[in-house]
């Protein structure tokens, strides 16, 4: 697989593997030996960007990925975040007190099974803390070699410059895909100018891009999905059956799969951005890393354009629009 550069110097797989699905939120999650199964194999297929955060499981995110990449540890680049209250083993709101990134950055390398922590991310804005004391921390952290590189995710343009005076951010985590647009309007503008890589996570819009859910698909108890609008109202997932059709289109005309086809978008837009798809599937492993060979034309992408769909829901319930910093 080519690589694409985050930062000034972060070197990854143009695509990675977003592992939060193998233990969160989008269940029947396999158990640990095929999930260590599904890693394993992205290494093997060329891909070398993990990423995981505390909070997926909790905790137990990292133990699977930590024991999944010990034997190829200088092989890959591992992300991994802080930023939540977690002393009880279940999220209790947002915490990014300088003595819990410490703190939370010690209990990930054991978990990691490694000595630093390629990629540290901030998992969300704590309108707590200052940005500039979550940056200095990480900046000592850094310092010492436990950390190589900042990231934050789901920032906003305000944050993300005040965090990089302090400490350069490497990269940028963050919802995009062909029915998320809204890091065009300054999120992207904002990274270009400073020299930040993007990480777009659910680039196949939580699996509807595929195709594989219409109006009438129900989820398991505990999926995420069921909490979101966009989802959870028939009405909008009729609605953006659109996008479904658009990508069918042009997925018939390349010989590709939908999915392929916005992955293949996500790609064409920057060549900073790294997007991580996640599955617990080898076969829909392979397909996504397949999508690196997908070349949309000037056509097609006009195509895209000028098809003006317009996404109908919000994407998150109102309690976790509320920690999303803009």
């Known amino acids: 697989?080519?690589?694409?550069?985050?930062?000034?110097?972060?070197?990854?797989?143009?695509?990675?593997?977003?592992?939060?699905?193998?233990?969160?939120?989008?269940?029947?999650?396999?158990?640990?030996?095929?999930?260590?199964?599904?890693?394993?194999?992205?290494?093997?297929?060329?891909?070398?960007?993990?990423?995981?955060?505390?909070?997926?499981g909790p905790f137990t995110n990292e133990d699977l990925v930590g024991e999944a990449l010990e034997p190829v540890r200088d092989q890959v680049v591992i992300a991994t975040k802080f930023g939540w209250e977690l002393s009880t083993g279940t999220p209790n709101g947002l915490d990014s007190r300088p003595e819990t990134i410490r703190s939370s950055v010690e209990d990930s390398l054991r978990r990691l099974r490694t000595d630093r922590i390629d990629l540290l991310y901030q998992h969300r804005v704590d309108p707590n803390v200052p940005i500039e004391d979550v940056a200095g921390t990480v900046k000592e952290l850094i310092d010492q070699g436990k950390v190589r590189h900042f990231g934050l995710s789901e920032a906003g343009v305000r944050n993300i410059r005040r965090a990089h005076a302090v400490q350069p951010v490497t990269a940028l985590q963050s919802e995009y895909s062909l029915w998320w647009r809204e890091p065009e309007e300054a999120i992207l503008?904002?990274?270009?100018?400073?020299?930040?890589?993007?990480?777009?996570?659910?680039?196949?819009?939580?699996?509807?891009?595929?195709?594989?859910?219409d109006e009438n698909t129900t989820f398991a108890d505990g999926d995420f999905r069921n909490t979101v609008p966009r989802f959870s109202d028939p009405d909008a997932r009729e609605a953006n059956r659109a996008f479904v059709d658009l990508l069918g289109r042009i997925a018939e005309r390349k010989q590709a799969t939908r999915a392929q086809v916005?992955?293949?978008?996500?790609?064409?837009?920057?060549?900073?951005?790294?997007?991580?798809?996640?599955?617990?599937?080898?076969?829909?492993?392979?397909?996504?890393?397949?999508?690196?060979?997908?070349?949309?034309?000037?056509?097609?992408?006009a195509e895209i354009e000028s098809a003006q769909i317009e996404a109908k829901g919000a994407r998150y319930s109102e309690a976790n629009q509320r920690m999303i910093d803009r």
């Open 262 to 301: 916005a992955i293949a978008w996500v790609l064409a837009r920057k060549p900073w951005i790294v997007p991580i798809p996640g599955t617990t599937k080898l076969h829909r492993l392979e397909e996504n890393i397949a999508a690196t060979s997908v070349e949309l034309t000037a056509d097609d992408l």
């Open 1 to 56: 697989m080519h690589t694409r550069r985050l930062g000034r110097s972060l070197e990854v797989s143009t695509v990675g593997l977003g592992c939060m699905g193998l233990s969160q939120s989008f269940p029947p999650f396999p158990d640990k030996e095929e999930g260590i199964a599904v890693v394993r194999g992205a290494v093997e297929r060329g891909v070398s960007f993990f990423d995981t955060a505390q909070v997926y």
């Open 189 to 213: 503008p904002t990274l270009e100018e400073l020299g930040i890589g993007f990480v777009p996570f659910s680039p196949l819009g939580k699996g509807f891009l595929t195709g594989a859910i």
